[in-house]
């Protein structure tokens, strides 16, 4: 397929988590209609698809992840006709339309898993995984991402059944042909509504190692990681092929699929063109730069240095291989500019250089909602004003283990996945124009400097940078198809790399720091002729030498021709 014919390759992708985004009737949860009302602010930016976060219908333990019939919609969302209605006026302003296929597992009042539940016998009881326990005690020793165990036991049945996330999100069982059927079924029931493809929640866990053995426990934990028997199993490839088989293939769309702990080597696997399966994955190696051996909650400093060589490594391994997504941000993930940049001082300054950054990169950028403002994380002073079941339940068994409360509650500043579910920020007036009733989660209280009506009007802002950075990966092409060279790999404070294509060259350098930088130039480049792509300061093209001061968070692109 070329290039032109692979429209996902030249697209920035705009994320809505939709209880966030605007609330068109004063219950102070995002919705439909809300969305529908903000579709012209999506055109203005620039963006060309938006992958929009679950609506489906859901008792929503886990915020829409946890799906209880997936051909409905949220009754707090609107109605499928207001989903129509989205679809149509997205459409009409040459947006696409990207929906979250969360397949791993239901919610457990998905009408599968309550007939699952009834007996052994059940025709759908092999929809889900069921075992039963040994010694008395759960199957394995395979541990929850929202912490506990990954089993509940049903008193019914006598057998426990897996959930890898909360105990309301049951997984499901792959190896089960029937589903896989019914889920091929429903993925064409939106496709043939006219949606442009699939985010696929984390879509690397549907094969298992069959027999579900203990994972290794050296530290003699009750509950440990399983990881390396749930991601990237033994047959997800054959799964993948037969999703792209049976419904992919007949569809012009774009498809990524959420893989933690996928390396290069697999991500090239899964996006490889020939291969017939996705067109690209989400990776979280680059999120983890700042998690210590803890995992996630054991904050540690970032590490410009690491991230570097893990940002160069997915260039340079997917490059003519397969193809990357870009990004900084997600409903899952803190404010970039908060976690990295500085929200202070240097707010706008620091979200352009970060901005600069990514979408000089070969690969799909994907632009989570206020990143394009800067939105920063937000410190609410109780764990009551929290939302998030991950943040919450950490939080107790921390607790539990007689943690420090001001520590806990550090640590969820830095990392918490509330940070990116408060309020879009619209402008300065009562709930920064998110609501007129009370909000779901509350906002973050520096809306009155920090909103899309400021933003709009200030053409230094992030939001009219961000429109500058999607029109340009549009225009050159060297941004889609060039290779990546690094400079100065361990320089702890600049990032600095070349992009080549054809005779045509792009040096990319940022200062990631509050300190003025130097950069000296690689002797062989010859930026004798160049010109000044993009900048987020001010700078003199007559004065470019062979030595750059960087101004703190600067970000320049030159543009030249060998």
Request: net charge negative; hydrophobic share 35%.
């Amino acid at each position: 397929m070329k290039l032109n014919q692979q429209w996902w390759k030249k697209s920035v992708v705009y994320q809505i988590y939709p209880r966030s985004f605007m609330d068109s009737n004063g219950d102070g949860i995002g919705d439909i209609q809300g969305i529908i009302s903000k579709l012209d602010y999506l055109k203005e930016l620039g963006v060309d698809v938006v992958w929009l976060s679950p609506v489906y219908r859901s008792p929503n333990d886990d915020n829409g992840y946890d799906i209880s019939d997936y051909q409905a919609i949220m009754d707090e969302f609107g109605t499928m006709e207001d989903w129509e209605e989205m679809l149509a006026e997205m459409h009409k302003r040459g947006i696409k339309l990207v929906m979250d296929l969360v397949v791993n597992h239901t919610s457990d009042e998905h009408h599968w898993f309550i007939e699952s539940k009834k007996s052994k016998e059940n025709r759908y009881r092999d929809y889900y995984i069921w075992r039963k326990g040994k010694q008395g005690m759960e199957p394995n020793n395979w541990e929850s991402a929202f912490s506990g165990s990954a089993w509940q036991y049903d008193e019914g049945t006598d057998e426990y059944f897996l959930h890898l996330f909360s105990k309301k999100q049951p997984d499901l069982n792959w190896e089960n042909e029937t589903l896989r059927e019914e889920i091929y079924k429903m993925m064409t029931f939106w496709l043939d509504k006219g949606i442009d493809g699939f985010r696929m929640d984390v879509v690397n866990f549907i094969s298992k190692v069959p027999d579900l053995p203990d994972a290794p426990n050296p530290e003699g934990k009750t509950y440990v990681s399983g990881g390396d028997y749930y991601m990237n199993g033994p047959r997800i490839h054959e799964y993948l092929h037969e999703m792209n088989r049976e419904v992919l293939s007949k569809y012009d769309i774009l498809t990524v699929g959420e893989m933690p702990g996928v390396t290069p080597a697999e991500a090239s696997l899964y996006t490889n063109s020939d291969r017939e399966e996705l067109n690209m994955v989400f990776q979280f190696e680059h999120m983890d730069v700042d998690s210590g051996s803890g995992g996630k909650w054991n904050v540690i400093p970032f590490d410009l240095v690491k991230l570097k060589a893990i940002l160069t490594k997915w260039q340079q391994e997917l490059f003519n291989k397969g193809w990357n997504s870009l990004y900084w941000n997600n409903h899952d993930q803190p404010r970039i500019v908060s976690r990295v940049g500085d929200d202070g001082e240097y707010r706008v300054k620091s979200a352009k250089m970060l901005g600069t950054l990514l979408h000089m990169m070969q690969g799909t950028p994907y632009i989570y909602q206020g990143e394009e403002l800067g939105m920063t994380n937000v410190k609410f002073e109780s764990i009551v004003e929290y939302r998030d079941i991950e943040t919450l339940n950490m939080y107790k068994e921390k607790v539990e283990e007689g943690w420090n409360i001001n520590e806990i509650m550090n640590s969820i500043y830095v990392k918490g996945r509330d940070n990116a579910r408060t309020p879009m920020q619209w402008n300065n007036e009562k709930n920064a124009g998110f609501t007129n009733g009370t909000p779901w989660i509350n906002v973050n209280p520096n809306y009155n400097e920090v909103n899309a009506d400021q933003a709009i009007q200030d053409p230094n802002s992030v939001f009219h940078y961000y429109k500058k950075l999607i029109s340009l990966r549009k225009e050159k092409n060297i941004i889609t198809e060039g290779s990546f060279h690094l400079l100065l790999e361990n320089d702890p404070f600049v990032y600095a790399y070349t992009r080549s294509y054809e005779n045509e060259r792009l040096l990319v350098v940022c200062n990631v720091s509050g300190e003025k930088q130097k950069f000296d130039l690689p002797k062989e480049m010859d930026l004798s002729h160049p010109s000044i792509m993009i900048s987020n300061d001010a700078r003199n093209i007559d004065e470019i030498g062979h030595l750059l001061w960087l101004t703190p968070w600067e970000a320049v692109v030159f543009q030249y021709f060998v």
